[in-house]
């Protein structure tokens, strides 16, 4: 299954307006995309296209997360997912 890690780069984290961001455009994939904290187990995944699971992951700026996905499309979702993630969306 095709992985990636990102490091949290909005000032506040996956809070608020980055979490609603990074929501919508996970859910806009056409595979299914998870998240978790870095060194968490694959099975403690959540929905990465869900806000609630989102701000449930507590993760702050400089946190490591990785994300992950299978099925046709997988790379490319993760790569434009990975760049929004290292990405300031506070300051946009």
Same mark, same amino acid.
């Given at each position: 299954?095709?992985? #990636? +890690? /990102?490091?949290?780069? %909005?000032? %506040?984290?996956?809070?608020? #307006?980055?979490? *609603? !961001?990074? /929501?919508?455009? *996970?859910?806009?994939?056409?595979?299914?995309? +998870?998240?978790?904290?870095?060194?968490?187990? $694959?099975?403690?995944?959540?929905?990465?296209?869900?806000?609630? %699971?989102?701000? +449930?992951?507590?993760?702050? &700026?400089?946190?490591?997360?990785?994300? #992950? $996905?299978?099925?046709?499309?997988?790379? /490319?979702? =993760?790569?434009?997912?990975? &760049? =929004? !993630?290292?990405?300031?969306?506070? /300051?946009?």
């Amino acid at each position: 299954m095709p992985e #990636r +890690t /990102a490091t949290i780069a %909005s000032r %506040s984290g996956l809070h608020a #307006r980055p979490a *609603a !961001l990074f /929501a919508e455009a *996970a859910g806009e994939q056409p595979v299914e995309v +998870t998240i978790a904290m870095q060194g968490e187990p $694959a099975d403690d995944a959540l929905d990465a296209a869900s806000i609630l %699971s989102l701000m +449930t992951l507590g993760a702050a &700026k400089g946190d490591v997360v990785v994300l #992950r $996905a299978e099925g046709d499309g997988a790379d /490319a979702a =993760l790569d434009a997912l990975v &760049k =929004l !993630l290292e990405t300031d969306l506070d /300051a946009e």
